[in-house]
């Protein structure tokens, strides 16, 4: 079975750019997550959806982001314009069952793209 | 708000030496914690996890990790590490209810010698 597949891998753009990384979760997983790691600091919480739906974008660090889930499949998360800050690795994670009586099943993790603002 | 504190950065052992990296989290409430492990050039996998019942749990290759409630920590140990175990350590923590979004450490680099 195919595990969370992300693209691209890596990023290169100029300060002003629009990039667009996108999401594959594991098939029948109706919890997508995406997560930020800036260099040198700890992986931090994007956003969740459930399906299509955005379950919780508290993470989500200002109006240049925007993440969607088409059908409730693949999700796309574009940043536009991008910034330098906005430089880090970019994970995705899926599941299947998120807090089903108090248990948190398990995050399957994509290998991350890495964007690169100049 | 909830928070995890890594207390080591990066660790340089000897094979066959013993681990403990070091976890605490803060929130009152219930909680899910987990250890998770990045190799290099991988993705982030999932060591093992702390749900409810026993507080010594075993993960998989040969980690295990004690939850002890009244100190909010979450210790990774290994008894004797291999040059294999070399990767980068996080511990995360959910709060019950929170549809599984993750609050991580900042992470541990472990270096293995052979």
């Known amino acids: 079975e195919a595990g969370v597949t992300q693209f691209p891998s890596h990023s290169v753009i100029e300060k002003g750019q629009t990039v667009t990384l996108r999401c594959d979760p594991i098939s029948g997983h109706d919890n997508l997550y995406w997560y930020r790691r800036v260099m040198g600091k700890e992986i931090k919480f994007l956003l969740h959806?459930?399906?299509?739906?955005?379950?919780?974008e508290s993470g989500m660090p200002n109006n240049r982001f925007l993440a969607e889930r088409t059908g409730g499949t693949y999700s796309t998360l574009k940043v536009q314009p991008a910034e330098l800050e906005d430089s880090g690795v970019y994970f995705c994670?899926?599941?299947?069952?998120?807090?089903?009586?108090?248990?948190?099943?398990?995050?399957?993790f994509g290998e991350g793209s890495r964007l690169t603002v100049l | 708000a909830q928070s995890v504190s890594q207390h080591n950065h990066h660790v340089i052992l000897s094979e066959a030496a013993s681990l403990e990296l070091g976890c605490n989290y803060s929130y009152g409430g219930t909680v899910n914690l987990f250890w998770y492990v990045q190799y290099p050039g991988q993705h982030l996998q999932l060591l093992l996890k702390y749900f409810s019942g026993d507080p010594l749990v075993k993960g998989i290759k040969g980690f295990e990790a004690e939850f002890i409630k009244s100190k909010f920590s979450f210790n990774l140990r290994k008894p004797s590490v291999q040059w294999s175990d070399t990767a980068e350590y996080f511990c995360a923590v959910t709060a019950y209810n929170q549809g599984g979004k993750l609050i991580f450490g900042q992470g541990t680099e472990l270096s293995v010698k052979p």
């Open positions: 959806f459930v399906k299509e739906s955005k379950q919780d």
């Open positions: 994670a899926s599941s299947l069952f998120a807090g089903v009586a108090g248990d948190t099943g398990e995050l399957f």
